[in-house]
């Protein structure tokens, strides 16, 4: 059976509660949900600012655990209001390579009451 691994970058928004910013089990990584957090200023902007940091936070994780945007297999959603859905869907589309991964989207309550966006992700570590 594999070990879980933590993994943690700098890179990224350090987590705030008890949990890690992703854990590799085995070839797979599996990434904690991602704010559009600045990871130097704490602030977030726009959706479309949001939708960015949040990508390149997953980004930044799945480079820490040997893995890329290249490798998602699966993208999990969290927007807070229906109508922020075509301009993340617009950065989305500009910054995950094809093909697109599969993916689940879910209009939520988000906790911070200026995050509007949260995504996580499922993806494989290339031999």
Do not use: C, H
């Amino acid at each position: 059976m594999a070990k879980k691994q933590a993994i943690r970058t700098d890179k990224a928004p350090i987590p705030t509660g008890p949990f890690n910013q992703a854990i590799r089990v085995g070839n797979m990584v599996f990434t904690s949900g991602q704010a559009g957090r600045n990871r130097e200023t704490g602030k977030m902007g726009d959706i479309k600012d949001q939708a960015r940091r949040s990508i390149g936070n997953i980004q930044a994780v799945l480079e820490a655990a040997g893995s890329s945007l290249n490798d998602v297999v699966k993208a999990t959603i969290f927007l807070k209001s229906a109508s922020d859905w075509k301009a993340f869907n617009d950065v989305y589309i500009e910054m995950m390579p094809e093909p697109l991964p599969a993916r689940t989207s879910a209009i939520v309550e988000l906790k911070n009451p200026d995050m509007l966006v949260e995504m996580e992700v499922v993806a494989v570590i290339q031999d």
